[in-house]
């Protein structure tokens, strides 16, 4: 009778993460959180109002559903989980009512503790965390029943049956949580996943796209510039005043076309070992004259000198629009931080400022061809040098506060570089 209702609350368990997958096949697994933490109080609920009463106290999965909400969808909804279980066992009554109530407040803390470190931790960890969280709320739980057994003289040394519940509830609520947990990730990663197949075809379609109208414009403006800088050699006293605009516009314009074919498909025309320190100290003092001009203080802290496997140029490349973002961004009298490390598998560069920073709307759409913060920006900079990085199998993250600042953190592989004795 015990593994029929455990078994049953299971599939209890179990249901929310099978709906909320249905219902939400095409959003973000955080996009509507709110829902499934409500899910996971309900799930709560049902598990306390189909328990298996036996030795005075009721049995059943109740905190499954609770782990999960404080684990995986924060401390609101795990205290939402939390109150509807306590209400579920006010309305059970019974003789150990205060019993349990104590287990489950108990119970709740082992979860509480974990889900502020939880999301620092890869998939794989984070389920076999959930899965050893499963056994505090069922050692609390022991310890509860053999209390109140204690207290009302109940002899217990020699009922096998008491031990094999026991060992039953313990194997099942093992594989529960485990199980929840299990499918849990794989919602997170197939929405992941998702995400990162739209984001390509997008990115794809726009590199055919900006690769095909750079193409078609440059080639007009190539000519018309040709035919100015011969003007600009015969000039007379009227056009002489204008030539230089309109070669300094045309100039420009060709510089956005060349980061629109750099977005379509980054060209590494000569691969080759580079020495990263030297390229990060080259790319700090080339911007310390903007950086001067903007009386922003603009500082380079280099603590290794790994070596990498990519173009130099382009690195460098996408060095200067990171870090010139970051002076931009930055107010008079503030700081752009550059620091050069390494965290014992990549080479990290991080780029911190103390500017305005952005919201988390803002920080999502970073990256994004067309978006920009700044007045005249078209985004086509960042965009490049996401690209150029993610080209040399590196990633890019960005962090931000409104009114504290951004952090950039870049992390490349390295190659080991033996130097003669």
Known sequence: MLVEKLLLHVLIILSPILI????????????????????????????????????????????????????YCGFRWGMLTFLSILLARLMLGGDAILFGIVSITLSSLGALGLSRWFWKFKPKQRIILTAAIGFWPALVQFCILFTYLILNNVSFKTDYRLFGLILVFILIELVAITLAAKLNEILIEKKLLQREIQ?????????????????????????????????QQNKDKQTGEYLPLVLSELGRAEGIINDYLNFAKPQFDKVEVVNLKESVSDVVTLLEP?????????????????????????????????IKNAIEATESGGYVHTKLYDDGYKAVITIQDNGKGMTKEQL??????????KEKGT?????????????MNGTITFSSKINEGTKVTIKLPKVEIVKPK
């Not at 298996?52 to 609770?66: E, H, K, S, T, V």
């Not at 999502?364 to 913060?373: A, D, K, N």
């Not at 985004?379 to 080209?391: D, H, L």
């Open 20 to 71: 909320y997958s249905i219902i939400y096949e095409n959003h973000g697994y955080k996009d509507k959180i709110y829902l499934f933490g409500m899910f996971q109080a309900v799930a709560g609920f049902l598990c306390m109002a189909f328990p298996y009463p036996a030795y005075g106290l009721f049995w059943d999965l109740r905190y499954i559903p609770l782990a999960i909400a404080f684990l």
């Open 199 to 231: 984001r390509a075809e997008k990115l794809n379609t726009l590199s055919e796209m900006a690769a095909s109208i750079a193409h078609e414009v440059r080639n007009p403006l190539t000519v018309v510039k040709g035919f100015l800088q011969l003007m």
């Open 364 to 373: 999502s759409r970073i990256g994004t061809l067309f978006y920009s913060t």
């Open 290 to 322: 903007l950086a001067l001009k903007q009386n922003v203080k603009l500082k380079g802290e280099i603590l290794v000198e790994p070596y990498l496997h990519t173009d130099k140029n382009q690195l460098k490349q996408a060095l200067i629009n990171l």
């Open 379 to 391: 985004g086509v900079g960042t965009t490049v040098s996401v690209r150029i990085i993610e080209a």
